[in-house]
């Protein structure tokens, strides 16, 4: 079973100001063969989940509880080497800027036969694989890209090289870290087909992590959304932005750009702040800028509003 599983997972930083709460017992799945998006304001943890996922959490990071469960095996509870064996062969992560992904100074098939060193085949055979995986990401005359640095490709070009590297080794579960958001709008929906038409011949799972609700809308099945390192809501896409019962997500929906009849003056926002994580507050974490708050509103537990969908407020069955 190649599932991801996220079980009760809470994360804190060290500070100078205190412990920060950064994530608070986190749970969702990733299914075989399915794309689950991560959606959620800056800040909401998205990153810091990734992290915990690879086993890539800075010095002052620290696991406090819960499980990371792959192919069998709690990730949290895996040493160093063990976490490298399985980053690249079975977990692979498009990051949201090509250019940190790619060595500047090492040409493109370079980097591309390194990280095959896993594979026990000749270098000769590696430049060919290469080559095909540049092919599959439509890049024009793969075998020639082979031989440029990273800075002779426009930002899309460097975009589809991260991919091919992502993809190499037909991970089981491929961690896409807005791997858009530097892109214009045509080069975007490109992507998006692309990671798809990967996504199917490969046939890995794909956590899909973005702030663009369009993007996760189009590409994903299932959604989790996280509000300071909490899920406030998850289900299937269509639930979630058909019917989403978190005040926080029809908020996030109302606020989406693509929503505007016209121009205006001025664009819809959410009122109020993130609140300091380092005391992170009682109660609900969304309380202080939710227009639907009554003194009801203690901590809520996941309230399960209809099959596969799940809402963290006390009026989610009515919203």
Same mark, same amino acid.
């Not at 992290?51 to 990730?75: K, S, T, V, W």
């Not at 098939?109 to 060919?128: H, P």
């Not at 702030?211 to 994903?220: D, F, P, R, T, Y």
């Not at 979630?240 to 989406?256: A, M, N, S």
């Given at each position: /079973? ?53 086993? $890539? ?51 493109? =098939?370079?980097?591309?036969? +390194? ?17 095909? /995986? ?22 899309? /070009? ?32 490109? #992507?998006?087909?692309? $990671?798809?038409?990967?996504? +199917? ?33 998850? =289900?299937? #896409? ?30 819809? #926002? ?33 309230? +399960?509003?209809?099959?596969?969908? /799940? ?7 009515? +919203?």
């Amino acid at each position: /079973m190649s599932e991801l599983e996220i079980l009760d997972l809470s994360v804190s930083f060290a500070t100078g100001g205190g412990d920060l709460q950064a994530l608070n017992k986190v749970t969702f799945k990733v299914p075989e063969h399915r794309i689950v998006g991560i959606v959620g304001e800056s800040g909401c943890g998205k990153s810091t989940l990734i992290d915990a996922i690879l086993g $890539l959490l800075a010095d002052n990071g620290r696991i406090d509880g819960g499980e990371i469960l792959f192919e069998g095996r709690d990730l949290t509870k895996l040493g160093a080497k063990e976490l490298r064996e399985i980053r690249g062969p079975r977990i692979s992560t498009v990051f949201q800027d090509p250019m940190g992904a790619l060595n500047p100074v090492f040409r493109v =098939g370079r980097q591309m036969t +390194n990280i095959q060193y896993r594979s026990g085949l000749s270098k000769r055979e590696k430049a060919r694989r290469a080559a095909e /995986m540049l092919r599959r990401v439509r890049m024009p005359d793969p075998e020639a890209a082979l031989s440029r640095y990273p800075h002779e490709f426009s930002g899309g /070009m460097k975009q589809r090289i991260a991919i091919a590297m992502a993809m190499m080794m037909e991970p089981a579960l491929l961690i896409a870290d807005e791997p858009t958001t530097a892109l214009d709008a045509t080069l975007e929906a490109a #992507t998006i087909d692309l $990671l798809l038409e990967l996504q +199917n011949q490969i046939g890995c799972s794909m956590l899909y992590v973005s702030h663009h609700m369009g993007v996760i809308a189009e590409l994903c099945d299932e959604v989790v959304v996280m509000y300071a390192g909490e899920v406030v809501e998850r =289900g299937t #896409t269509r639930q979630v932005f058909l019917k989403p019962r978190h005040p926080y997500t029809q908020r996030l929906i109302e606020c989406d750009p693509a929503r505007l009849a016209g121009r205006a003056e001025k664009l819809p #926002t959410i009122p109020g702040d993130i609140p300091d994580l380092r005391a992170r507050p009682s109660g609900c974490v969304f309380a202080a800028r939710c227009s639907l708050r009554e003194e009801v509103c203690g901590e809520p537990p996941p309230e +399960n509003v209809r099959e596969g969908h /799940m809402a963290r407020c006390h009026r989610a069955a009515e +919203n």
